[in-house]
T-cell receptor, first 108, second 115 residues
Framework: DAKTTQPTSMDCAEGRAANLPCNHS???????VYWYRQIHSQGPQYIIH???NNETNEMASLIITEDRKSSTLILPHATLRDTAVYYC?????????FGTGTRLKVLA | DGGITQSPKYLFRKEGQNVTLSCEQN?????MYWYRQDPGQGLRLIYY???????QKGDIAEGYSVSREKKESFPLTVTSAQKNPTAFYLC??????????????FGSGTRLTVV
């Protein structure tokens, strides 16, 4: 599975868009990009995933670059409840490898 | 509502005792997983199972054992051989298939403290 690189932490003002980057320069053709988030002392929650195209759902948007070597998770209007650790995972199988993620803090 | 249930939420055990963590899902998912999380760290895979009566070791299987007698259940036993068992344990499930186009559903976790 491809390795991912994410910033350790980020801050975002409440109501603004939160843009969380992820580098996955060694991604291969059949590997998907997944995003999960983990609020303190809870199980991770699925947010969104994609292969090549940009994706949007009720929680977030996922922008994948054309060469697929990086992606950005966008939370369009961050709220205090979005404060969490966000994990970017790249996988071609059902088996995940988690890094340490990005700790997003939404500020009032 | 379909989901994945882990119990108990908090568990305390004396050093040297085996302890079993429960994980049950009613999502009809084929695959189930156990992860361990230490403070400030990401999740590390202990064991996973793709189908009933079959399971594979993950990256940190030493000192742990599992069984998969039913599709819905995947209990994890932390044995006395596990050197540092105090951690947050997470169970997950997913549809199993050749494609990775399936997300995980996680339980709410069990925090095990060994004293």
């Amino acid at each position: 599975d491809a390795k991912t690189t994410q910033p350790t932490s980020m801050d975002c003002a409440e109501g603004r868009a939160a843009n969380l980057p992820c580098n996955h320069s060694t991604i291969s053709g059949n590997e998907y990009v997944y995003w999960y988030r983990q609020i303190h002392s809870q199980g991770p929650q699925y947010i969104i995933h994609g292969l090549k195209n940009n994706e949007t759902n009720e929680m977030a948007s996922l922008i994948i670059t054309e060469d697929r070597k990086s992606s950005t998770l966008i939370l369009p209007h961050a709220t205090l409840r979005d404060t969490a650790v966000y994990y970017c995972i790249v996988t071609g199988t059902y088996k995940y490898i988690f890094g340490t993620g990005t700790r997003l803090k939404v500020l009032a | 509502d379909g989901g994945i249930t882990q119990s108990p939420k908090y568990l305390f055990r004396k050093e040297g005792q085996n302890v079993t963590l429960s994980c049950e899902q009613n999502l009809n998912h084929d695959a189930m997983y156990w992860y361990r999380q230490d403070p400030g760290q990401g999740l590390r895979l202990i064991y996973y199972s793709q189908i009933v009566n079959d399971f594979q070791k993950g990256d940190i299987a030493e000192g742990y054992s599992v069984s998969r007698e039913k599709k819905e259940s995947f209990p994890l036993t932390v044995t006395s051989a596990q050197k540092n068992p105090t951690a947050f344990y997470l169970c997950a499930s997913s549809i199993y298939g050749r494609s990775a186009n399936y997300g995980y559903t996680f339980g709410s976790g069990t925090r095990l403290t060994v004293v």
